[in-house]
């Protein structure tokens, strides 16, 4: 399955597309099923796969980013997590200012219809 998260949306402070990913990666560990998740963060989400000087020159902070480590445990139980080529360029983003192991790709809308065309379910959050 694909998430394309575009905006956040909250339950409490931690980002609800975040929860759903943790909940869907719980599942499939409960029911022993072998799935890929990818997840492509654009537009208005694009700040969670940053290290924290980008994410403080970003979001105008000085305490980092605080999604990472809940990023990098979906990326350690295997959700492939993307970050959108279009949202980088508009933000003057390059790999050197993302998280570890976060992939760019051309462009969210081009990626989801490529994967959903391969057969991936597609979630919008």
Known sequence: ????????????????????????????????????VIAVFHTNAGHLTLHDVAYNADRNIATGNPYKDLVGDLQKRGVQV????????????????????I???TDAMARTTQLVQQGFVKITE
């Open 103 to 105: 992939k760019v790709n």
């Open 82 to 101: 993307e970050l959108c080529g279009a949202t980088a360029k508009a933000h003057h983003w390059g790999n050197a200012d993302l998280l570890p192991g």
């Open 1 to 36: 399955m694909v998430f394309s998260v575009g905006a956040l949306a909250f339950e409490g402070d931690l980002p609800a597309s975040i929860f759903h990913l943790q909940l869907m990666e719980n599942d499939i560990a409960d029911w022993n099923a072998k799935s890929e």
